[in-house]
């Protein structure tokens, strides 16, 4: 066996996503013999809201950041789920599990009275929607180990701010920040493959063992898309903050709405070809009272590649899919994989397939997850026809999972949104009884009823969180 | 089809076969189908054996029989079963060597790298003790020493989980038992022929008395003949005997060991290996061979002359191919246990197989009439996991390093699956596991093996390059002295299985909760 010391990963890029990238890996490779260099190309951060899901608590906790010092410090706004107002139906899908606490067929239960009782919502024995529909929230406490996943929430983050924050969190863990722009040296190895040969900076070259291409297409143009995000910011009323963001129907597609600081964001994803900038201008500023509209391109999703010695995720643009699944969960599977297979010599195809296996099988759930999401206008038939949809359709049973990129409960809360009900029922309740199902929920119920009852209003929330920095 | 129950319809279930996998999917449908809106018939020949052997398991057969409101004490008197902690692999490697595949972890993390990292650089430095040595259930096997694991997850004693050994006769009848106090009917008869409508779903079987069975739904527990979906509906079998060449083996029931060892013991030899499985009332043996490599009469001798305890009766011949049906769900008939697949006893995933099967089964089942939907989603996943599991068997004769016959020749330069390729290559270039989440044996497993038969990886992956070799040396020799004062303070297996005997009469529970995991905690 031949030993090789310290690994020299070189991280490229700029914006919220390559610091968050260079925090996570130089935390989560904390115990490896890891040099981490970050190159960043020194750009104006827009004042745009990153949305984040409910990984943030696992993100914070492995780059050694509280938690509320994020929310403190960015004035982050707290997401509990996504509220949709669509045509002809609206529904809340939130992130965090149904019940409290874990019972595998809590929600086949709720289903199965749901049959007989057409008034029950699955949403009723969720106490993240209900706090979401109140208005309230609160943090669980440390000691309340049963109420961490009834309650998870996502973050509306300000770019400018936590990108910051993640900077001098990734500073303190290690990473050594060059600053310029910087240029790609490539070479072509033995095996005619074309390899990066390292950074270079100011007439110098950094040469490392791996190398993240945090916001660039690996030596290919970016094709050019027809897509584009509109975006404006507005200020409202503390009272009307609420923890949730909204999706909502309109004439020309779907606006959705975020809520950091005082601040409340429209974001409205088009393709030019079908609808002009002035028609999506003009749906912003309706909705939003803003002239100060911001248009940016969007790409389709790129997800990560392993070629050679560069790992490179395409995440400088925006497009809609994030809006269901944020980077932060393709940075982490990104950091997870790298610091479990600790890379012995990074160079290899073996390490690269695995990489790209994964990354690919991830690709499938949120796709599927986002197919889904788009249906949710569309008539029953064809949702349907959807793997996930119509599995759960006909037995109540979601695909087995390989990564949980998106919980059991966000499927279950969009398929019953959409008016999907299980044709057949659990046979693992065969022996539980219409009444005895209605006498746990009443007591669930009443439990998440008293919960909830004690949560200060978010406003209130906010404002304590805000003034107690 | 249906018939009528109180004025309504219910939907008839028809199994095949009686042997395990009929008794087991009997039990699991009595439990969970309602009998006012299903019938459940199983058609059993007495005439027709049962492959019969001993039975070694591993740690989720307790998820099956909690599943079924089974008191595990009772079970463990009623099939004569043993506590199992992991299975033994003699000569396997080199000749002589021997290695244990736990239920178990081998160390823990240090310094938030993974333990194996740890070890082969103190191997590196001639520093470390062998793998097994920091595995507590290893050494509660070797030790002859067993004890429930503990639920504190911070604890070492969690760092374990438990199997049985035992007989699957007696299981077979005492889930019987329980299948007919459900209300499934039993039917003595042998079929003659099996009739289908004209869209290919099966209709009815039809009994050498005359009698014919209707059914809107069968299950094919008809074990290797596969009479329905292999015979009837012509489901193609994917062949993997070039993989995995036994295609043979002897069984004989010896009787019980002296001292009954909480393990398996699964040794080679020139063309194969052989098993013994201690039980509480008898041992039961066997010899795997491939037929191409060793002739029956050969193996017959061999058998005989390995066996430590004198038998005087000849053993049982089986024969069998190893692979599965592309299908298991086909029509309206699902086949379970060995009429889906075969995959040879090594790992000791056949009743495994089976279980996961009814469990998907029971998740899916049609209640209104079979469609593509929960028969597409069954067949993908339980593909999947065969596919797991004969990847895994594969990896121990791929590793061997024996020279001393043609077989175990022909298994080291054999081409292999791609997907045991890449992850033998991984851990080779990077000693890392791709771990999944679908299917059996992760990480600890691959590694026991892995390392147990001498497959190291080719870099030192530097992991550890910021621990000093002497603070490696002192965590893993910590480690390892805090398994011995484990392993020393713990009750003998045999007090173990007297307990257990004892609370049986008393039916008092008092069995740690079942986990979901083969190795005691979620990996």
């Given amino acids: 066996m031949t030993t090789k010391q310290d690994l020299h990963i070189a991280l490229i890029g700029s914006g919220f996503d390559f610091y968050a990238q260079c925090a996570l890996l130089a935390a989560e490779l904390q115990p490896f013999s890891v040099r981490i260099s970050a190159f960043e190309s020194v750009r104006e951060q827009p004042d745009k809201v990153e949305i984040v899901g409910p990984e943030i608590a696992p ?100 770019t400018k701010s936590a990108t910051t924050l993640l900077k001098q969190q990734a500073e303190k863990l290690g990473v050594n920040f060059f600053q310029g722009e910087a240029a790609l040296s490539y070479c072509t190895s033995n095996d005619s493959q074309k390899q990066l040969d390292g950074v270079l900076l100011d007439g110098q070259l950094h040469s490392a063992d791996l190398y993240l291409l945090c916001n660039q297409v690996n030596g290919k143009k970016e094709s050019k898309s027809t897509w584009c995000v509109a975006s404006a910011c507005t200020t409202i009323e503390t009272s009307a903050m609420r923890p949730y963001r909204q999706c909502i129907a ?55 590649h392993w070629q050679n010695n560069v790992i490179s995720f395409n995440v400088r643009q925006q497009n809609e899919q994030q809006q269901c699944v944020s980077n932060l969960v393709w940075l982490m599977q990104i950091s997870d994989f790298l610091s479990s297979h600790f890379p012995a010599s990074p160079n290899t195809l073996s390490l690269a397939a695995c990489f790209n296996q994964h990354m690919q099988n991830i690709a499938r759930e949120i796709e599927q997850y986002y197919a889904l999401h788009k249906l949710a206008e569309v008539n029953s038939s064809k949702i349907r026809s959807h793997a996930v949809a119509g599995l759960y359709a006909r037995c109540g049973r979601l695909p087995q999972s390989d990564y ?4 059991s409960s966000r499927w279950h809360a969009l398929l019953a949104g959409l008016g999907i009900q299980p044709e057949l029922d659990s046979l ?35 404002q304590q969180l805000t003034h107690s920095q | 089809m249906s018939e009528k129950m109180g004025g309504m319809q219910r939907f008839k279930v028809v199994i095949v076969g009686g042997g395990s996998a009929g008794w087991m999917t009997a039990a699991a449908m009595g439990r969970f189908l309602d009998p006012q809106r299903f019938s459940i018939q199983l058609v059993e020949s007495a005439q027709i054996g049962t492959v019969g052997v001993g039975e070694a398991t591993i740690p989720h057969i307790r998820q099956f029989n909690q599943m079924l409101g089974i008191d595990e004490n009772q079970f463990m008197q009623a099939t004569g079963a043993t506590y199992k902690l992991g299975i033994q692999f003699n000569g396997w490697g080199s000749e002589n060597s021997s290695y244990i595949h736990p239920f178990g972890f081998s160390g823990e993390d240090i310094a938030g790298v993974g333990f194996h990292h740890a070890w082969l650089k103190a191997k590196k430095a001639g520093q470390a003790r062998d793998f097994q040595q920091y595995s507590i259930a290893c ?21 374990y989980s438990y199997a049985f050994h035992l007989d699957a006769t007696q299981y077979g009848l005492f889930l019987k038992q329980l299948a007919q106090q459900a209300g499934v009917e039993r039917i ?76 398996t013991q699964a040794s080679a030899h020139t063309a194969g290996w052989r098993w013994r499985i201690p039980l509480q009332h008898r041992t039961g043996n066997g010899w795997v061979y491939a037929s191409d490599f060793m002739s029956d009469s050969s193996a017959q001798q061999q058998f005989s002359e390995h066996l430590e305890i004198h038998a005087d009766k000849a053993p049982k011949k089986i024969s069998f191919v190893t692979g599965k049906r592309t299908n298991s769900w086909v029509k309206n008939c699902v086949a379970i246990g060995l009429s889906a697949g075969f995959l040879e006893p090594l790992e000791s995933t056949s009743l495994y197989l089976t279980q996961i099967a009814i469990q998907r089964l029971i998740e899916l089942f049609p209640q209104n009439g079979v469609t593509d939907v929960e028969r597409d989603y069954f067949n993908r996943t339980l593909n999947n996991e065969y596919l797991k599991v004969r990847d895994f068997l594969i990896l121990h004769y791929k ?85 011995q004062n484990a392993v020393a303070k713990m009750p003998a297996h045999q007090h173990a299985l007297d307990a257990t005997a004892q609370r049986s009469e008393q039916s008092t529970a008092h069995y740690p909760a079942v986990g979901q995991s083969l190795y005691g905690r979620l990996c």
């Fill in chain 2, 188 to 263: 003595e008869d042998k079929i003659t022929s099996v009739h289908q409508h004209s869209s290919g779903d099966i209709k009815s079987l039809v009994l050498q008395d005359g009698q014919e069975i209707n059914g809107d739904f069968f299950i094919d527990c008809s074990g290797f003949r596969s009479l329905l979906v292999g015979e009837s509906l012509q489901q193609p079998f994917d062949n993997w005997q070039h993989w995995l060449p036994c295609d043979s083996a002897l069984a004989l029931a010896t009787k019980k060991m002296d001292t009954i060892v909480p393990y």
């Fill in chain 2, 399 to 483: 590793l061997n390093q024996r020279q001393d016959s043609d077989f175990w020749r022909y298994c080291a330069d054999m081409s292999i699956p791609d997907s045991l390729q890449q992850q033998m290559d991984l851990f080779k270039q990077h000693a890392c596991v791709d771990n999944y989440r679908q299917g059996l044996f992760m990480q600890p497993s691959w590694l026991a093996v892995y390392l147990g038969q001498g497959f190291y990886p080719l870099t030192d992956n530097s992991a550890l390059g910021k621990l000093s070799s002497d603070s490696i040396n002192q965590q893993l020799e910590r480690y390892y002295q805090s398994v």
């Fill in chain 1, 59 to 158: 993100f914070c906790q492995q780059i050694e950041l509280a938690l509320k010092t994020l929310m403190q410090q960015t004035k982050a706004g707290v997401s509990l789920g996504m509220q949709y107002q669509l045509t002809e139906k609206s529904f809340f899908v939130p992130y965090a599990d149904y019940g409290l606490g874990p019972n595998e067929e809590f929600v086949q239960g709720v289903v199965k009275l749901a049959k007989q009782h057409q008034d029950l919502s699955i949403n009723q024995f969720n106490l993240a929607a209900r706090a979401a529909s109140n208005a309230r929230f609160a943090v669980p406490p440390a000691n309340r180990t049963e109420l961490k996943n009834s309650l998870k929430f996502g973050l509306n983050l300000p």
């Fill in chain 1, 428 to 462: 693992y309740l065969q022996h539980v009884s219409l009444e005895q199902l209605i006498q746990k929920l009443q007591h669930l119920d009443k439990i998440m009823q008293g919960i909830v009852a004690g949560m200060p209003d978010y406003a209130a929330f906010y």
């Fill in chain 1, 250 to 304: 309109t004439e020309l597609g779907w606006l959705y709405q975020s809520l950091y600081g005082d601040q409340l964001c429209y974001q409205f994803y088009f393709d030019k070809s079908s609808v002009s900038e002035i028609d999506a201008a003009q749906l912003i500023k309706q909705h939003s009272g803003s002239d100060n509209i911001r248009f940016d391109s969007c790409s389709q999703t790129q997800f990560p």
């Fill in chain 1, 404 to 407: 949980d990129v998106v919980s």
């Fill in chain 2, 139 to 159: 050494q509660m096997a070797l030790a002859g020493k067993f004890q429930y694991q503990s639920e504190d997850e911070t604890s070492l004693l969690s760092h």
